[in-house]
Structure formats: structure tokens, C-alpha cells
């Protein structure tokens, strides 16, 4: 399974981005998919994480609020809106996924990971 996340950039504060993860190859009917991100000089954490049905998703509690996480399942695009962005959201993000039903928060568990995309936030 193959994982492209796409749609970073730069940002002001308060602005808002849209990123994209479309994953291609073989995948179960059955496909957890979460975004995680990693900031200069700190390890990687775990933002958001979704159900395959979409109907139930995890959200850290910095991003809680402000950050949506969605998928088509149809396109095999997992989407990530982040609004009211602030300087601490700067970070590259990825996309991640592996084969289950309920969301998965632990980073290790997860089997597929995109390239990432960086998500700069000015102030």
C-alpha cells in the first residue's frame, strides 16, 4: 500500500489548510487511517484518527476544536481540515494506516506511512 499526503504549505495564523492522503495498491476492506505530525527537535504525535466507516475520530486535544478529520472511501482520500491554525501547528504532517476497524493510537501499530507534507503556520 502506497500513502501520498499532499496540501501543506504556509499559513498564516488563524488561516486554514486542507490536506489530502490518497493511498493506492492493495488495502483490506477493513483500513484504519490516522494523521500524525512532527515538529522541529520533537517526536512525532499522533493528531487524528478515524474509523474505516468514518463515523467515530480522535482528535489530541491541541488540535480538538479546530481540526477535522474525513474520509472517502470511494477515492481512497483520507482529508485532514485544519482550521484556526496557530505558530505551534508547524509540522511536517503524515498520513499513516494499517488494516483494522477502530481507531488505533498508538504509532508503532500502524503498517503504512506517506512521505509527509510541511505545514507552516506564521505568525
Known amino acids: 500500500v502506497q500513502l501520498q499526503a499532499s496540501g501543506g504549505g504556509l499559513v498564516q495564523a488563524g488561516g486554514s489548510l486542507r490536506l489530502s492522503c490518497t493511498t493506492s495498491?492493495?488495502?483490506?476492506?477493513?483500513?484504519?487511517m490516522a494523521w500524525f505530525r512532527q515538529a522541529p527537535g520533537k517526536e512525532r504525535e499522533l493528531v487524528t484518527t478515524i474509523r474505516r466507516s468514518g463515523g467515530s475520530a480522535y482528535y489530541s486535544d491541541s488540535v480538538k476544536g479546530r481540526f477535522t478529520i474525513s474520509r472517502d472511501n470511494a477515492k481512497n482520500t483520507l482529508f485532514l481540515q485544519m482550521d484556526s491554525l496557530k505558530p505551534e501547528d508547524t509540522a511536517v504532517y503524515y498520513c499513516?494506516?494499517?488494516?483494522?476497524?477502530?481507531?488505533?493510537?498508538?504509532?508503532?501499530?500502524?503498517?503504512?506511512w506517506g512521505q509527509g507534507t510541511q505545514v507552516t503556520v506564521s505568525s
Open positions: 499513516a494506516g494499517r488494516t483494522g476497524y477502530t481507531m488505533i493510537l498508538r504509532e508503532d501499530l500502524y503498517d503504512d
Open positions: 495498491g492493495r488495502t483490506s476492506s477493513d483500513y484504519v
